[in-house]
Every structure is written in C-alpha cells, then in structure tokens.
Nanobody, 116 residues
Framework: VQLVESGGDSVQAGGSLRLSCAASGVTISRYCMGWFRQPPGKAREGIATIFTGGGNTYCADSVKGRFTISRDNAKNTVYLQMNSLVSEDTALYYC???????????WGQGTQVTVS
C-alpha cells in the first residue's frame, strides 16, 4: 500500500487549496480513508474521514463547513478541499487508510500547508 499526498502550498488567509492523495496497492472505495494534520509543535489530529459503501463523511468541528473530503474511485484518489483557510490551518497534512484494522495503519509522507 502506498499513499502519496500532493497539493500543499503557501497561501494567504482566506484562500483555498485542494489536497490529493493518490493510492496504490489498495482500492480506496473498499476502505476508510482519512485526512490528518500536525501543526508545528502540536499533536496530530484527525480532520476528515470518508467511509466505505455510500461514502458518508465526517469532518472535525475545527474544519466543518470549510473542508470537504471526497474521492474519485476511477482515479483511486482522495481529495481534501480546503476553503476559507486561516493561520491555524498551517500544518503537515497526511492521508491514511485503515486496511483490515480498527485503526489507520497506512500513511502517506505528508504535504505542507502554510497559511499566512
């Protein structure tokens, strides 16, 4: 299983970014996919999850209404659309999947988002 994030950048507050997570070795529609972030000097936090089946989603309160998780099964890619970015969104963003486990057990290398 390999997950490769992209799309991180430096943006001004109020701007938008779309992060991508391209998966290989796993069919994303069959497993939960999540986005996490780790701000500088802080613990990693889960911010969005997309579930199997109907593709129900969950977003943490800190990003609800601003961030949207989605997936393109044909491209085997998960996205995180981030709008109305604020400085507190500055972090290293990771995607992860849970394969035959109760926890997220495969992780990408991360992509940096900086909001100024």
């Amino acid at each position: 299983v390999q997950l490769v994030e992209s799309g991180g950048d430096s943006v001004q507050a109020g701007g938008s970014l779309r992060l991508s997570c391209a998966a290989s070795g796993v069919t994303i529609s069959r497993y939960c996919m999540g986005w996490f972030r780790q701000p500088p000097g802080k613990a990693r936090e889960g911010i969005a999850t997309i579930f199997t089946g109907g593709g129900n989603t969950y977003c943490a309160d800190s990003v609800k209404g601003r961030f949207t998780i989605s997936r393109d099964n044909a491209k085997n890619t998960v996205y995180l659309q981030m709008n109305s970015l604020v400085s507190e969104d500055t972090a290293l963003y990771y995607c992860a999947t849970s394969v035959l486990s109760g926890a997220f057990n495969y992780w990408g290398q991360g992509t940096q988002v900086t909001v100024s």
